[in-house]
């Protein structure tokens, strides 16, 4: 399973778009990257998915270059309510099921 | 309204008791999932169950059971082997149950304390 790397922490300020990038240099040609959002004391919310290239939902981003080494999520003009821990997962179809949610990125949203 | 049901959202028990937490979904889903979260730190998996009748230990299994007799149930249960057991407790069901390329759904958590 494809072991990721993020940044611990990062600030930013409301109506800024905020860019979190994750490192996956293992990937497997099987994987896809998902990333979570996590408010304290709820579960995990998905966010978005992807695989290859560019995919945009209604509340972000994801690139992904073609190498697929790392992936960017983007937040369009953040606000105080996207103060949340940020976790990138890979991993694919094959191989069993295992999850690894590393530590994620905290994100505060300053006014 | 489908989703995914935790109960108690508190939980304490004395050291040296079992405890089982429940978890339910309505969501039709075959995979379910138990995390467990301790504070500042990301999930870790305990169990996960792709179809009935059938799951697999995940990363930190010792001293936990699960059961998973309906689809949509699969409690979990903290053993008085589990040396560490207050944390966070997280369940989780999806589509698919093989691999990342399914969205997980979470419940609202369970927090145990035990003393």
């Known amino acids: 399973l494809a072991k990721t790397t993020q940044p611990i922490s990062m600030d930013s300020y409301e109506g800024q778009e905020v860019n979190i990038t994750c490192s996956h240099n293992?990937?497997?040609?099987?994987?896809?990257i998902t990333w979570y959002q996590q408010f304290p004391s709820q579960g995990p919310r998905f966010i978005i998915q992807g695989y290859k290239t560019k995919v945009t939902n209604e509340v972000a981003s994801l690139f992904i270059p073609a190498d697929r080494k790392s992936s960017t999520l983007s937040l369009p003009r953040v606000s105080l309510s996207d103060t949340a821990v940020y976790y990138c997962?890979?991993?694919?179809?094959?191989?069993?099921?295992?999850?690894?949610f590393g530590a994620g990125t905290r994100l505060f949203v300053k006014a | 309204d489908g989703g995914i049901t935790q109960s108690p959202k508190y939980l304490f028990r004395k050291e040296g008791q079992n405890v089982t937490l429940s978890c339910e979904q309505n969501?039709?889903?075959?995979?379910m999932y138990w995390y467990r979260q301790d504070p500042g730190q990301g999930l870790r998996l305990i169990y996960y169950?792709?179809?009935?009748?059938?799951?697999q230990k995940g990363d930190i299994a010792e001293g936990y059971s699960v059961s998973r007799e309906k689809k949509e149930s699969f409690p979990l249960t903290v053993t008085s082997a589990q040396k560490n057991p207050t944390a966070f407790y997280l369940c989780?069901?999806?589509?698919?149950?093989?691999?990342?390329?399914?969205?997980?759904?979470f419940g609202p958590g369970t927090r145990l304390t035990v003393t």
């Open positions: 293992n990937i497997a040609t099987n994987d896809y």
């Open positions: 169950s792709q179809i009935v009748n059938d799951f």
């Open positions: 969501l039709n889903h075959d995979a």
């Open positions: 997962l890979v991993g694919g179809n094959t191989g069993g099921f295992k999850t690894i």
């Open positions: 989780a069901s999806s589509i698919g149950g093989q691999g990342h390329s399914y969205e997980q759904y």
